[in-house]
Nanobody
């Protein structure tokens, strides 16, 4: 069985940066893809970014050019570097080990 855990959330001022890390553990034979999603009480869970084991990436429109996803297959981790954060980026960020294993989420708050 595979588990994932997120870390790196917190409070940051507008224009600031944060780096989130998702670590997969357990019965991992190979990673096909992992991704980051986010959710607020007012919105459905939405794609932030995902990455395949081949390095192919995809981003939500609202984060393109500001966020970067990367994978370290040797460590079974996926990082999300978030730059130029804005208040609308405030959400709980969830890691997904495709296709169906979710982490518990980590809060990101962007506020002055």
């Amino acid at each position: 069985q595979v588990q994932v855990a997120e870390s790196g959330g917190g409070l940051v001022q507008p224009g600031g940066s944060l780096r989130l890390t998702c670590t997969a553990s357990g019965s991992i034979t190979s990673i096909n893809a992992m991704g980051w999603y986010r959710q607020t009480p007012a919105k459905r869970r939405e794609l932030v970014a995902h990455i395949t084991s081949f390095g192919a990436t995809d981003y939500g429109d609202s984060v393109k050019g500001r966020f970067t996803i990367s994978m370290n297959s040797a460590k079974n981790t996926v990082d999300l570097q978030m730059n130029d954060l804005q208040p609308e980026d405030t959400a709980v960020y969830y890691c997904l080990y495709y296709p169906t294993i979710w982490g518990q989420g980590t809060q990101v708050t962007v506020s002055s």
